[in-house]
C-alpha cells in the first residue's frame, strides 16, 4: 500500500470565493456592510426563516441569544455532556449556571429524558446539540418544555414572559442544511447557532449567524434591531447608515459587545452558499458513500455513524466511527497509526466532566456515563472535499489493519 498525506480538514476555498474577497478588498467597504446584509438574507432565504443576523462566531451567537432573553445570575441553562466547550461556556459567561445532562444510550445527542429530570424553576433554556450533523430530538425536547410550562419562572418585562415557557436555543454548529421532519435546521428550534469556522462545510474563515423561529406574538424586525445592538456596542446605527449624510450623530443605549461580521467574510459566504447544496453537500455524500463501500462488511468490529433516519438527515460534516467493544487505550492506539501512516483523525468531543474547567466547576464523568462510553471508542476519519476515492480506500486498508 503506497503511503500518502491525508489531512483532516483543509477548507473548501475556490477561485470564485478568492474573486469574491478581492472584489471586496477593492470596493472600499470591507466590514459589516452591504455584503453582510446580503449574506443574512440568503441564510434566511435558505434556511425558511424571516431574518437572520450574521456575526463572528457561532460562540457569540449563543451568547446574544441567551443575553437577548435576558438570561444571567440565578438562571439554569441545560445543555449536553457531549459538547465542545462552547455550548457551556456561554451559559458561564452570562452568569447562570451549567446544567450538564447525558446523551441517550448509544448516541451522540442530548437525551430529552434526562433534560426533563434536569429542569427547575429556574431553567431558562435548553441548549441541545447538533452533534456530527444529526439533529437532535426537537419534539421530544419541545414536549419536555411544553410539560414543564406550569413550572417557568420568567422575570417580568422581557422575552422570558413573553414566550412563557423554557428558550430553545439549538447549537447547530455542525448542521447547516441538515434537516429535521423535512424542515431546515434553522427554523426548527426556536432560536439557531451556526457555525462557519474554517473546518465547517460551510466556510467564512471565523464567522456565524443566528436564525429563530419564535411564535407570531414576537416581532422578527425588533429581534433583528437588539440583536444588532448587542453585536455592535449597543451603538443604534451601524457604519453604513452613519454614511448617509448628516447621519455622523450616533447613540449608544446599551454598553454592548463587539461580534459583527465583516464583508471580507461574507464574501466567503455568498459563494460557499451559491456552491453548498449542489456541490459541498453533493461531494460529502459521495465520499460517504465511498466509506461504506470499503467498511460495511466491518461492523462486526465497526460501528458506522447514521446520517439519515424517518426524520432527520445530516448534513455530513463528520465521519465519527466507534469501534466496537474497545476502550480509550485501543482507540488512542489506532489513532497514532493512523498517524503513522499521515491520516490525521480527531476525536469529537472529549466531554466536557473529563476537562479541567468542567471539573473545577464539580462536574464528574461518573454521572454521564452514556457520554463517556461515546466517547471512549470515538473516531472522527477524515471527510474534506479533496478527498478521493483512493483516499477513502488508502484510509480504510490503514484503519483495518491497525485494529
Same mark, same amino acid.
Given at each position: 500500500?503506497?503511503?500518502?498525506?491525508? /489531512?483532516?480538514?483543509?477548507?473548501?476555498?475556490? =477561485?470564485? #470565493? *478568492? $474573486? +469574491?474577497?478581492?472584489? &471586496?478588498?477593492? !470596493?472600499?467597504?470591507?466590514? /459589516?456592510?452591504?455584503?453582510?446584509?446580503?449574506? =443574512?438574507? #440568503? *441564510? $434566511? +432565504?435558505?434556511?425558511? &426563516?424571516?431574518? !437572520?443576523?450574521?456575526?463572528?462566531?457561532?460562540?457569540?451567537?449563543?451568547?446574544?441569544?441567551?443575553?437577548?432573553?435576558?438570561?444571567?445570575?440565578?438562571?439554569?441553562?441545560?445543555?449536553?455532556?457531549?459538547?465542545?466547550?462552547?455550548?457551556?461556556?456561554?451559559?458561564?459567561?452570562?452568569?447562570?449556571?451549567?446544567?450538564?445532562?447525558?446523551?441517550?444510550?448509544?448516541?451522540?445527542?442530548?437525551?430529552?429524558?434526562?433534560?426533563?429530570?434536569?429542569?427547575?424553576?429556574?431553567?431558562?433554556?435548553?441548549?441541545?446539540?447538533?452533534?456530527?450533523?444529526?439533529?437532535?430530538?426537537?419534539?421530544?425536547?419541545?414536549?419536555?418544555?411544553?410539560?414543564?410550562?406550569?413550572?417557568?419562572?420568567?422575570?417580568?418585562?422581557?422575552?422570558?414572559?413573553?414566550?412563557?415557557?423554557?428558550?430553545?436555543?439549538?447549537?447547530?454548529?455542525?448542521?447547516?442544511?441538515?434537516?429535521?421532519?423535512?424542515?431546515?435546521?434553522?427554523?426548527?428550534?426556536?432560536?439557531?447557532?451556526?457555525?462557519?469556522?474554517?473546518?465547517?462545510?460551510?466556510?467564512?474563515?471565523?464567522?456565524?449567524?443566528?436564525?429563530?423561529?419564535?411564535?407570531?406574538?414576537?416581532?422578527?424586525?425588533?429581534?433583528?434591531?437588539?440583536?444588532?445592538?448587542?453585536?455592535?456596542?449597543?451603538?443604534?446605527?451601524?457604519?453604513?447608515?452613519?454614511?448617509?449624510?448628516?447621519?455622523?450623530?450616533?447613540?449608544?443605549?446599551?454598553?454592548?459587545?463587539?461580534?459583527?461580521?465583516?464583508?471580507?467574510?461574507?464574501?466567503?459566504?455568498?459563494?460557499?452558499?451559491?456552491?453548498?447544496?449542489?456541490?459541498?453537500?453533493?461531494?460529502?455524500?459521495?465520499?460517504?458513500?465511498?466509506?461504506?463501500?470499503?467498511?460495511?462488511?466491518?461492523?462486526?468490529?465497526?460501528?458506522?455513524?447514521?446520517?439519515?433516519?424517518?426524520?432527520?438527515?445530516?448534513?455530513?460534516?463528520?465521519?465519527?466511527?466507534?469501534?466496537?467493544?474497545?476502550?480509550?487505550?485501543?482507540?488512542?492506539?489506532?489513532?497514532?497509526?493512523?498517524?503513522?501512516?499521515?491520516?490525521?483523525?480527531?476525536?469529537?468531543?472529549?466531554?466536557?466532566?473529563?476537562?479541567?474547567?468542567?471539573?473545577?466547576?464539580?462536574?464528574?464523568?461518573?454521572?454521564?456515563?452514556?457520554?463517556?462510553?461515546?466517547?471512549?471508542?470515538?473516531?472522527?476519519?477524515?471527510?474534506?472535499?479533496?478527498?478521493?476515492?483512493?483516499?477513502?480506500?488508502?484510509?480504510?486498508?490503514?484503519?483495518?489493519?491497525?485494529?
Amino acid at each position: 500500500m503506497e503511503k500518502r498525506k491525508i /489531512t483532516f480538514s483543509p477548507p473548501d476555498i475556490t =477561485e470564485r #470565493e *478568492i $474573486a +469574491e474577497v478581492v472584489d &471586496t478588498l477593492r !470596493s472600499g467597504w470591507i466590514t /459589516t456592510g452591504p455584503k453582510t446584509k446580503k449574506f =443574512e438574507n #440568503e *441564510i $434566511a +432565504e435558505y434556511c425558511g &426563516t424571516k431574518k !437572520s443576523v450574521a456575526l463572528n462566531s457561532a460562540t457569540a451567537a449563543m451568547e446574544l441569544a441567551l443575553r437577548l432573553f435576558d438570561i444571567g445570575e440565578g438562571d439554569e441553562v441545560i445543555t449536553s455532556a457531549y459538547t465542545y466547550t462552547a455550548s457551556a461556556s456561554v451559559i458561564y459567561h452570562c452568569g447562570a449556571k451549567i446544567i450538564l445532562a447525558d446523551t441517550k444510550k448509544g448516541e451522540f445527542n442530548i437525551d430529552p429524558k434526562e433534560i426533563e429530570k434536569l429542569i427547575t424553576p429556574r431553567t431558562k433554556a435548553i441548549i441541545p446539540v447538533d452533534i456530527a450533523g444529526l439533529p437532535a430530538d426537537y419534539t421530544e425536547i419541545f414536549e419536555v418544555v411544553e410539560k414543564k410550562r406550569n413550572i417557568f419562572n420568567a422575570k417580568k418585562g422581557t422575552y422570558q414572559e413573553k414566550l412563557g415557557r423554557i428558550l430553545v436555543l439549538a447549537d447547530s454548529a455542525h448542521s447547516f442544511g441538515s434537516t429535521y421532519k423535512g424542515k431546515k435546521i434553522g427554523s426548527v428550534a426556536d432560536i439557531t447557532s451556526f457555525s462557519f469556522h474554517a473546518i465547517k462545510n460551510l466556510t467564512t474563515a471565523e464567522g456565524g449567524a443566528l436564525t429563530w423561529n419564535l411564535p407570531e406574538n414576537f416581532d422578527n424586525e425588533e429581534i433583528y434591531k437588539k440583536l444588532m445592538l448587542l453585536a455592535l456596542h449597543g451603538q443604534n446605527k451601524d457604519a453604513l447608515a452613519k454614511l448617509k449624510a448628516g447621519a455622523w450623530k450616533y447613540d449608544i443605549v446599551m454598553p454592548g459587545y463587539k461580534c459583527n461580521m465583516t464583508d471580507i467574510m461574507a464574501s466567503i459566504g455568498l459563494v460557499q452558499l451559491q456552491r453548498y447544496d449542489g456541490e459541498i453537500l453533493k461531494k460529502k455524500e459521495e465520499l460517504v458513500s465511498y466509506y461504506e463501500k470499503y467498511l460495511g462488511d466491518l461492523t462486526d468490529k465497526i460501528e458506522l455513524p447514521i446520517f439519515k433516519d424517518d426524520i432527520k438527515e445530516s448534513c455530513k460534516h463528520l465521519y465519527m466511527i466507534r469501534l466496537k467493544n474497545q476502550d480509550e487505550e485501543k482507540r488512542n492506539e489506532v489513532i497514532a497509526t493512523l498517524g503513522e501512516n499521515d491520516i490525521a483523525t480527531n476525536v469529537h468531543f472529549q466531554p466536557l466532566p473529563l476537562l479541567t474547567a468542567y471539573k473545577r466547576l464539580g462536574f464528574k464523568i461518573e454521572d454521564y456515563p452514556n457520554a463517556y462510553n461515546q466517547y471512549k471508542n470515538e473516531i472522527s476519519l477524515p471527510l474534506h472535499d479533496f478527498l478521493t476515492e483512493d483516499d477513502i480506500k488508502y484510509i480504510c486498508d490503514s484503519l483495518v489493519k491497525s485494529l
